[in-house]
């Protein structure tokens, strides 16, 4: 509290003039800094590859019965090809493989439009998969199911049961990635095979394994809520 102000005309202004002088000024707030939004997460090469499969699959099952559409099909296609096999074909399905907007697919399409061309003309038959021969042998972006990294090593868990089931093997199919497993909630360890912490084991046998939540003020237990086994 401020004293109070002396008597006398002159002693009163000087005491006003100096509690004035004495205020703090006015508090300048800085403004909040804008967020900026996180760069959008590009997709991995090898999901961007299989889009491009999967779509160019679609187009060959819009074109499949289509033919040259001139006047005499026939004798167009007993002259230069059958439109099945043909480069017409192969153009227009190339021609909407990509949305416009999709800028990963059509930097793709380009990097491979000649091994595309190769597979079409001459590797169909003894390749007919052509995700597998362009992404994983061709362009070694993918790896089998089961797999990742650059060298295709096997998931914790091994190839046929990924993380045991009960989790994602990160890069899980790709040529990147850790490796390691995400577990679903309630499990944990390396291939996401043993119960996480406020888990117990309800049931396990050699392929399975059930995990069920711990009473609420247990961190680790060993049995479920009816039984007071919480493990300190």
Excluded at 90 to 115: G, I, P
Excluded at 185 to 195: I, K, P, V
Aim: proline fraction near 10%; charged fraction near 20%.
């Amino acid at each position: 509290m401020a004293p109070p102000p002396p008597r006398g005309l002159v002693p009163a202004l000087l005491w006003g003039l100096s509690f004035i002088v004495s205020l703090p000024g006015p508090v300048r707030l800085q403004p909040s800094p804008i967020p900026q939004p996180s760069p959008p997460t590009e997709p991995h090469p090898c999901h961007t590859c299989r889009g491009l499969v999967d779509s160019f699959n679609k187009g060959l099952e819009r074109t499949i019965r289509d033919n040259f559409g001139g006047g005499n099909t026939a004798w167009e296609e007993e002259k230069l090809s059958k439109y099945k096999d043909s480069e017409t074909r192969l153009v227009e399905v190339l021609e909407s493989v990509c949305s416009k907007s999709d800028y990963e697919c059509h930097r793709l399409l380009e990097l491979s439009e000649e091994l595309v061309e190769s597979w079409w003309f001459h590797k169909q038959q003894e390749a007919p998969d052509l995700f597998q021969w362009l992404c994983s042998d061709s362009l070694k972006l993918c790896c089998p199911s089961g797999t990742f990294g650059p060298s295709c090593l096997p998931c914790p868990g091994g190839t046929e049961k990924p993380c045991g089931g009960y989790g994602q093997c990160e890069g899980e199919g790709t040529r990147g990635g850790s490796g390691h497993c995400d577990c679903q909630a309630g499990y944990g360890g390396e291939a996401c095979g043993q119960c996480g912490l406020g888990y117990f084991e309800a049931e396990r046998n050699t392929s399975h394994l059930v995990c069920s939540a711990c009473f609420g003020p247990c961190a680790r237990c060993s049995g479920p809520e009816e039984l007071p086994l919480c493990l300190c």
